[in-house]
């Protein structure tokens, strides 16, 4: 998976972080502590008012080749990518970290996420931050992940990570056509007792797909719990009308529908696959986040 830039500069091949960080105006170097670092990307993106003509601005297949890696879950191998999406080293957003090894920075995938165009067009990475906060810690704990972590953007990095091992399996297939429903289209209320847990407002949806997960035998509804799980399909808030409850679709997720390609499994990753905030994840501890007086926007 990704990680952050920030305090982990070590791991950065050095002509990689002299060229990204010539690409922001800005001076990245391991002698900065986490806070600075953090704080001289975050500037940076934001002196990036209007994101559409900045991505705008790229070559044709400068951008598709980023939107694939978006759709990779942020990182992929040279070797792994299809040659029409190979145009990722002149790409302002994306860091070679290691030799032939891209990925989009954690501080640079939060960015994104607060982008309208990505929520709109319903990209999984984008609309986990728009998720209750009680929605996520029940999909993390329905993931069986021990995550400590006490601010919400490590959170949101988390559930996107372990989104990706689910989806893998899936490679990008489903048996359902549709790219979005409504929830009472597949569990009326007053017909289970579980969901309407959820509509009573008493339980979170996550938390009511776990215990419909234990006891469902209907092979389409089990695998309809199974794409809720890994991100094919995630919980969307309708938009409010007067005088009328609040209502909940499904949407699929672009990451949802394509395979995942990268096969690398890097030491680190397996080293903190048991671990409750994983090391390169870790850009919100203490040392970092006094008094949490950093805020993404």
């Known amino acids: ?103 989009i920075p954690l501080e640079v995938m939060e960015f994104l996420a607060t982008e309208k165009i990505f929520k709109e067009q319903k990209y999984l990475f984008a609309l986990i931050p728009q998720l209750p906060m009680r929605e996520k810690k029940a999909w993390i704990r329905w993931m069986e992940v021990d995550f400590d972590g006490k601010n919400e953007w490590p959170l949101n990095h988390e559930l996107h990570s372990q989104c990706r091992k689910l989806q893998i399996p899936f490679q990008g297939k489903s048996f359902i056509t549709e790219t979005e429903f409504n929830i009472e289209q597949l569990w009326r209320p007053g017909k289970n007792k579980i969901v309407d847990w959820f509509y009573k407002g008493l339980t979170p949806f996550y938390y009511a797909m776990q215990e419909l997960s234990r006891v469902e035998k209907d092979p389409f509804f089990v695998h309809i719990i199974e794409t809720i799980r890994a991100g094919k399909f995630i919980l969307k808030k309708e938009p409010e009308k007067l005088r009328q409850k609040t209502k909940y679709k499904l949407v699929a997720t672009v990451e949802g529908q394509t395979p995942q390609l990268r096969k690398k499994v890097y030491t680190w990753e397996k080293e903190k696959e048991h671990e409750k905030i994983h090391l390169f994840s870790d850009l919100y501890n203490e040392n970092l986040r006094e008094d949490n007086q950093i805020q993404v926007e």
């Open 1 to 103: 998976m990704p990680f952050a830039i920030s305090g982990n500069i070590s791991q950065i091949r050095k002509d990689a972080i002299r060229s990204f960080s010539k690409k922001f105006g800005i001076i990245l170097s391991q002698g900065q502590v986490k806070r600075q670092q953090y704080t001289l990307l975050q500037n940076a993106l934001r002196s990036k008012k209007d994101m559409i003509t900045d991505l705008a601005a790229l070559k044709r297949t400068e951008l598709l080749s980023l939107v694939f890696l978006i759709t990779q879950f942020g990182d992929i191998e040279a070797d792994e990518v299809p040659s029409d999406y190979t145009f990722l080293r002149e790409n302002p957003y994306v860091l070679e970290w290691q030799k032939n090894s891209f990925m």
